[in-house]
């Protein structure tokens, strides 16, 4: 649609040079879902303004389907160009696609009053119906996205700039819509709970990516999850723009490189926040913690070990003032990754098969004894893909030699990641026991919501709880692990995350597990893992 020309500043990437463009565009409502046309618009309200010559667009100028080692070199230029010009952030309306027109407020009320009776049941459609046509009317997609988090922090000089430019926002700060007796009338909605298992459901997953579709639809229907979808929406805008707002200015006030990577590696948005490449999800974040010293220290490493070698090297920098924020997520594992073991408890993140330097291989095992048995980390094998392998090598990973470390304790704990213990649960207790903050019950919590999906096999409800000690690690381990559904006396696990503790802090962490424990385990358990395949 443009010519493409090359970006004159000293950040890699092609840019769109405005007055070269010369057409018209007849834009209406019904096209706002369309991205070039809203790019149309933006780059002609910046030509006839006069504010540009040249506009760098992320998602047009970054070649979407170039192999990882050539978009790796324009995400490491990324903080830059926020840095170095001036930055629109334009926030789309949520598009009715029924009518094809944008959601106007009488179209929600319109909606909302479908469900009166249901609210009046519940809490008085009075009470909730504000809220509920506010949320209708926001589209909080561009919250969830992890790289508008790289902008917000990055950027020397933003401007949120709705689409039509119809006044300036502020998204940058909390957008109270929702107040917090309704957020809470909302969080308790007995139907809400059941909605968050339904992970098949379409409507549910396109509206996590920013698609309003399905959701709207269903409302109009009044198909049987329609009020819970109401109160989803309804609490998440205030939640989801509250939790943003508080991750942003931790970044920004953090005045070390150290407290920056605790944050970023801690928050849990690193977990939830949403991307179309799961690696995206430490990318975006990490060079915040240093960006010059972050891209010499990665300057060889290839890009599909990008994301480990940038975590562990985040972790190295704040590992050593552990006990200044007393914990910290050292293993992060996502149920669609297959690569699920423990090896020698690297720092690291496995994300996605595409992205896992580490984890075990296939059929490999840890066997955890019950507590004051030894548990051995063997040195992990040669990974089966050889860009990882060599990685591992050069690393020093291969030659790091056994840990071994005492099991302190071997227990059955309820999952963190229910619903029902979103405002409080056993896991506020154990935060309450460690004396640390709200951001250990949500990065625990909410990094492991996603393995109660039922397909995984794996059991909703409880979990296994392993903590170890000894001089081959700095510091005390958890490690949380899913069990085989339905199983009271679990022999296997898989790897969800690894929580390490200051020192100081292991006899509190104990009786906190200890008191809300369902069960000890007087029987090894086994961690397993599916492995990584190699790379076509």
């Known amino acids: 649609m443009f010519p493409f020309l090359r970006w004159v500043s000293d950040c890699a990437g092609e840019g769109y040079k405005v007055h070269d463009i010369n057409m018209s565009v007849d834009w209406n409502l019904a096209d706002g879902h369309d991205i070039q046309i809203e790019v149309a618009v933006w780059l002609l309200w910046l030509y006839a303004n006069r504010i540009a010559e040249y506009a760098w667009v992320d998602q047009m100028c970054v070649p979407q389907d170039a192999d990882i080692e050539e978009k790796m070199t324009h995400i490491k230029d990324s903080p830059a160009i926020y840095k170095g010009g001036k930055v629109y952030v334009i926030i789309a309306p949520v598009v009715d696609y029924i009518s094809g027109k944008i959601m106007l407020v009488?179209?929600?009320?319109?909606?909302?009053?479908?469900?009166?009776?249901?609210?009046?049941?519940?809490?008085?459609?009075?009470?909730?119906?504000?809220?509920?046509?506010?949320?209708?009317?926001?589209?909080?997609?561009?919250?969830?996205?992890?790289?508008?988090?790289?902008?917000?922090?990055?950027?020397?000089?933003?401007?949120?700039?709705?689409?039509?430019?119809?006044?300036?926002?502020?998204?940058?700060?909390?957008?109270?819509?929702?107040?917090?007796?309704?957020?809470?009338?909302?969080?308790?909605?007995p139907e809400l709970g059941p909605l968050y298992l339904k992970y098949t459901d379409e409507p549910l997953n396109?509206?996590?990516?920013?698609?309003?579709?399905?959701?709207?639809?269903?409302?109009?229907?009044?198909?049987?999850?329609?009020?819970?979808?109401?109160?989803?929406?309804?609490?998440?805008?205030?939640?989801?723009?509250?939790?943003?707002?508080?991750?942003?200015?931790?970044?920004?006030?953090?005045?070390?490189?150290?407290?920056?990577?605790?944050?970023?590696?801690?928050?849990?948005?690193?977990?939830?926040?949403?991307?179309?490449?799961?690696?995206?999800?430490?990318?975006?974040?990490?060079?915040?913690?240093?960006?010059?010293?972050?891209?010499?220290?990665?300057?060889?490493?290839p890009g599909r070990q990008m994301v480990q070698a940038s975590v562990a090297w985040a972790y190295g920098l704040m590992e050593l003032q552990m006990a200044s924020w007393k914990w910290s997520i050292r293993i992060y594992n996502a149920p669609r990754c297959a690569a699920r073991g423990l090896e020698l408890l690297q720092p690291r993140r496995n994300l996605g098969d595409s992205s896992s330097m580490h984890g075990a291989g296939k059929g490999e095992r840890v066997e955890i004894p019950p507590a004051g048995g030894t548990v051995t980390l063997r040195t992990p094998s040669r990974h089966p893909d050889s860009s990882v392998a060599a990685w591992q090598s050069s690393s020093g990973a291969l030659s790091a030699g056994d840990k071994q470390l005492r099991v302190e304790a071997l227990l059955l704990m309820p999952h963190p990641g229910q619903a029902k213990f979103w405002g409080g649960g056993p896991w506020t207790h154990i935060r309450d026991a460690l004396q640390t903050d709200e951001v250990f019950r949500l990065s625990v919590q909410w990094g492991l919501e996603p393995w109660r999906n039922p397909e995984l096999g794996v059991d909703a409800w409880q979990c296994a709880v392993a903590v170890v000690s000894g001089r081959s690690v700095p510091n005390p381990a958890m490690i949380i692990m899913a069990v085989p559904e339905g199983d009271s006396a679990p022999s296997t696990g898989q790897v969800m995350e690894v929580v390490e503790f200051s020192q100081h802090l292991l006899p509190a962490l104990l009786d906190g597990l200890r008191s809300k424990a369902l069960a000890k385990l007087t029987s090894p358990i086994s961690t397993i893992s599916s492995g990584v395949a190699a790379a076509n």
Not at 234 to 263: H, Q
Not at 273 to 289: G, I, M, Q, S, T
């Open 106 to 189: 009488q179209e929600a009320r319109n909606i909302v009053r479908m469900y009166n009776s249901e609210m009046d049941r519940y809490r008085g459609a009075g009470f909730l119906s504000r809220s509920a046509v506010k949320a209708l009317l926001v589209n909080n997609s561009y919250m969830r996205r992890v790289w508008t988090i790289q902008e917000a922090v990055a950027a020397q000089d933003l401007t949120v700039w709705p689409l039509k430019g119809r006044g300036e926002v502020n998204s940058y700060q909390s957008i109270y819509v929702v107040d917090w007796p309704e957020f809470n009338a909302w969080n308790g909605h």
């Open 206 to 301: 396109d509206y996590y990516e920013g698609d309003y579709t399905g959701v709207i639809k269903n409302l109009r229907n009044k198909v049987s999850d329609a009020i819970a979808y109401l109160a989803m929406i309804s609490k998440d805008l205030m939640w989801i723009t509250m939790d943003r707002n508080g991750l942003v200015n931790d970044i920004k006030k953090a005045d070390t490189a150290a407290k920056r990577a605790w944050v970023v590696l801690n928050n849990h948005q690193i977990q939830s926040a949403r991307a179309f490449l799961p690696e995206d999800k430490v990318l975006a974040l990490v060079p915040l913690v240093d960006y010059n010293q972050w891209k010499r220290a990665t300057a060889n490493v």
